[in-house]
């Protein structure tokens, strides 16, 4: 049996809980801190925490004695978000959970609120290796687990999801939070079309919030603004949430964050997940927002692994990224499962039919190569307008890019026909499996070399990862290529250097997620980058990984 209390303040809620693990029984006790206007101020939350947090913890601790007797003899440990969050706040339930520890001689845990999110929502599925999307005021990512830690997959390179609609909802001049008056104004509106931003697994929420502003300024109705801006920033998350399906092999995605209420954002991953055959869990509405129980799932899984903090050892950690967070409480593995050997390849966009001895079309196939038929699905989940004009503007890419990078000698698949309406493509077959299921530091090396040539004639890949590059495994008796660069839909002309640090950007996140032994091959990559292009990229890539969220 353990009983651990947890305690949760890292920005607007201050809240307490006790987690009983044996009965699987919550208490739960939560004061939110609203501001009059505009967004959240740290000195006020710090104040609104200050005098919140002896409330909700006397409240849970009542609970505890009248359920199962006194604290000193009930609790186990005592948990706190350490963070990620607002230093005043995080520091007020730190000093808190530190004294309640002290005073009834009980084990301390930190717990990181972001990793706490996704393992409440593991927790209440019983899934065993989810991907987790965490939407929430001040974060946006998705994690998958691998090698020990919760890799970050993709995040947002600028301001978090709830932020970014707020900044439109106080523009308009509506109280904090917006995304529930974003929501219900949403439902009467007419779809408009804003800018959509996902580079490879990453995204962007401040081009669409400009946008926003822009729109509503020159009198477009506000319904119709907050439609627009809700289809398009979902639809973002739950792309890059599929592409992370995809490229790990997962079949289970879990959702985090107080954004997660939005109705529209659940159905949307709701449906794309079953397209695909996945399982999607999102915890009921009182544990999406921040809360005490998320804090004390974890922490009871923490102490149980014995994963304890002395008290001077306690401090808070304001930027507290969860791949930072050794997982001492799960069995070692990874979210990846072994790719699928069908003829029938499914991706985060698009269904490959593999042909690789060209057999299925002798008079098309006369030059002897096999074929790989590639068909972008409509995806139900986005807006009609929305879907149609990505799928058009990405097949007309994939084409034009694919054959750009082949003319500079960079290996790509020879393409032999496209429909953009249809969203279609036939390609030149190559290779014999994905980078991520026979990764080798030669090929590793290879993208380096073959991105920092598309680079150098001003063009980037775009979704540069591992499912994203063939290699032939064998020896097949073939002089030619051993690696080729395959799927450019998200591929665009720029001479920008930003552009070009996202191309690394990605595929090195992406690694990481998914590889073992992932340090040396990111060391081999940036090498023969360096070599045949411009050192100056991976010096910008240096200063993207600063502006993360969790830097």
Same mark, same amino acid.
């Given at each position: 049996m353990t009983r651990v209390l947890g305690l949760e303040g890292t920005a607007w809620c /201050?809240? @307490? /809980?006790?987690? !009983?693990?044996e009965t699987d029984d919550i208490i739960l006790e939560s004061d939110a801190y609203l501001p009059k206007s505009g967004g959240i101020h740290p000195r006020e939350a710090a104040e609104h925490m200050r005098e919140a947090v002896p409330a909700v913890l006397e409240a849970v601790l009542e609970g505890v004695r009248r359920e199962y007797g006194p604290p000193v003899d009930a609790l186990d440990a005592v948990a706190f978000s350490r963070g990620p969050g607002l230093g005043p706040c995080l520091r007020i339930v730190a000093t808190a959970a530190r004294a309640l520890a002290g005073a009834l001689e009980l084990p301390l845990v930190g717990v990181n609120h972001m990793v706490?999110?996704?393992?409440?929502?593991? *927790? +209440?599925?019983?899934?065993?290796?989810?991907?987790?999307? #965490?939407? $929430?005021?001040? #974060? /946006? *990512? =998705?994690? +998958?687990?691998?090698d020990g830690r919760y890799r970050v997959l993709g995040e947002t390179m600028d301001t978090g999801v709830g932020n970014?609609?707020?900044?439109? &909802?106080?523009?308009? +001049?509506?109280?904090?939070?917006g995304g529930p008056k974003v929501e219900e104004h949403a439902r009467e509106g007419e779809y408009v079309e804003l800018p959509y931003v996902v580079k490879g697994m990453d995204f962007s929420f401040s081009g669409i919030t400009s946008a926003a502003k822009q729109a509503y300024d020159k009198g477009t109705p506000v319904e119709d603004v907050c439609r627009g801006l809700q289809e398009t920033v979902f639809a973002m998350l739950t792309e890059v949430s599929e592409r992370a399906? $995809?490229?790990?092999? @997962? !079949?289970?995605? =879990?959702?985090?964050?107080?954004?997660?209420? #939005? @109705?529209?954002?659940?159905?949307?991953l709701a449906e794309m997940c079953a397209a695909r055959g996945a399982a999607f869990h999102a915890p009921e509405a009182r544990f999406l927002r921040d809360n005490g129980a998320m804090i004390a799932v974890l922490g009871a899984m923490m102490?149980? @692994?014995?994963? &304890?903090?002395?008290?001077?050892e306690s401090r808070v950690l304001p930027e507290f990224r969860p791949d930072e967070v050794p997982v001492t409480w799960r069995d070692e593995g990874s979210v990846a499962t072994p790719a699928s050997v069908d003829e029938r390849v499914q991706g985060a966009e698009a269904v490959v039919e593999l042909d690789p001895r060209g057999v299925a079309d002798e008079a098309e196939a006369a030059d002897g190569a096999g074929r790989a038929y590639k068909r972008r699905l409509a995806k139900g989940y986005r807006h009609p307008e929305l879907d149609a004009r990505l799928r058009r503007r990405r097949t007309r890419s994939e084409a034009r890019v694919t054959s750009g990078?082949?003319?500079? +000698? =960079?290996?790509?698949? =020879?393409?032999?026909d496209v429909d953009p309406p249809e969203g279609s493509l036939t390609f030149e077959y190559v290779?014999? /499996?994905d980078l991520r299921d026979a990764i080798d530091p030669e090929r590793v090396r290879d993208v380096g070399r073959f991105l920092a040539q598309c680079h150098e004639a001003g063009f980037v890949h775009g979704d540069p990862t591992p499912r994203n590059v063939r290699v032939v495994t064998g020896d097949d008796g073939r002089p030619g290529p051993r690696a080729y660069l395959? !799927?450019?839909?998200l591929g665009y002309y720029t001479d920008d250097v930003e552009d070009f640090a996202m191309d690394l950007h990605v595929f090195e996140g992406s690694l990481a997620g998914t590889a073992d032994g992932a340090p040396e091959l990111l060391e081999a990559f940036e090498e023969a980058y360096r070599e045949a292009g411009d050192p100056g990229v991976v010096d910008q890539l240096r200063e993207i990984e600063k502006r993360g969220r969790y830097q």
């Open positions: /201050a809240s @307490a /809980a006790c987690f !009983d693990a706490a999110h996704l393992e409440i929502g593991r *927790h +209440g599925s019983g899934f065993d290796s989810p991907v987790c999307l #965490n939407a $929430s005021g001040a #974060n /946006a *990512h =998705v994690l +998958g687990y691998h970014a609609i707020d900044k439109f &909802t106080r523009h308009v +001049g509506w109280s904090h939070p399906l $995809s490229l790990t092999g @997962a !079949d289970e995605l =879990v959702l985090g964050g107080g954004v997660g209420q #939005n @109705a529209r954002l659940q159905e949307m102490y149980e @692994a014995g994963d &304890t903090l002395p008290i001077e990078a082949r003319r500079l +000698g =960079v290996p790509t698949p =020879v393409v032999f290779g014999d /499996a395959i !799927d450019f839909g």
